[in-house]
């Protein structure tokens, strides 16, 4: 590629889910699963795909809202191989698994962060390590990015956010776990 070539390196990318969600609920074990249609975010690299190299390796819930998770917990969201195709949930009552299931149309997936290149896949990455077609200067060497990629879970029907993701980077690989349709907007 030309050294001219613009790229948009560093601006923010933001990845909306268009579909909808399916909803599986364990009412024994208090396990909610929310699966986005189809999958979310295949359009993007979320992780890094090196065992022993520094950038995130999984989303860590950040906060969740006690009217649509009562007391439960967010599992964290491992590293995949293409999109995110599950969110988990523990210890949700009945009421709340209810209560999501009657806003089920409502639920959207909202992903952000700073590109990092393009990955030889074609994906837009958003971190910096991996086989790049073309990369993006790096904010420093180990450094955290100060933007790291999040996941937001709202209910559009209000723009409640119900529960909100931090990428974790370290140097380990973590498990795997999980592509919809999105809407892609680059803003500067």
């Not at 364990?26 to 986005?36: A, R, S, T, V, Y």
């Not at 995949?80 to 009945?94: A, D, G, H, P, Q």
């Not at 089920?104 to 909202?110: A, H, L, Q, R």
Request: proline share 4%; hydrophobic share 35%; aromatic share 6%.
């Amino acid at each position: 590629m030309p050294e001219d070539d613009s790229l948009p390196c560093g601006d923010k990318l933001k990845c909306q889910s268009t579909g909808g969600i399916t909803l599986e609920y364990d009412e024994l074990q208090m396990i909610l699963k929310i699966h986005p249609a189809g999958g979310f975010g295949d359009l993007v690299s979320l992780f890094k795909r090196c065992e022993q190299c520094y950038g995130p390796s999984s989303l860590k819930s950040s906060w969740l809202s006690e009217k649509y998770f009562g007391k439960g917990e967010a599992v964290i969201i491992p590293k995949t191989e293409t999109s995110i195709r599950l969110v988990v949930f523990n210890n949700i009552s009945k009421k709340q698994a209810f209560f999501i299931r009657t806003i089920e149309k409502d639920v959207t997936f909202v992903l952000e962060g700073k590109i990092g290149g393009l990955l030889l896949d074609g994906k837009i990455a958003l971190h910096h390590v991996g086989d790049f077609l073309k990369s993006c200067p790096k904010v420093g060497q180990n450094q955290e990015d100060s933007s790291p990629v999040s996941l937001t879970i709202i209910n559009s029907q209000n723009e409640e956010v119900m529960a909100k993701y931090l990428a974790v980077c370290d140097i380990l690989e973590s498990q795997s776990v999980t592509g919809e349709k999105a809407n892609l907007s680059v803003e500067k």
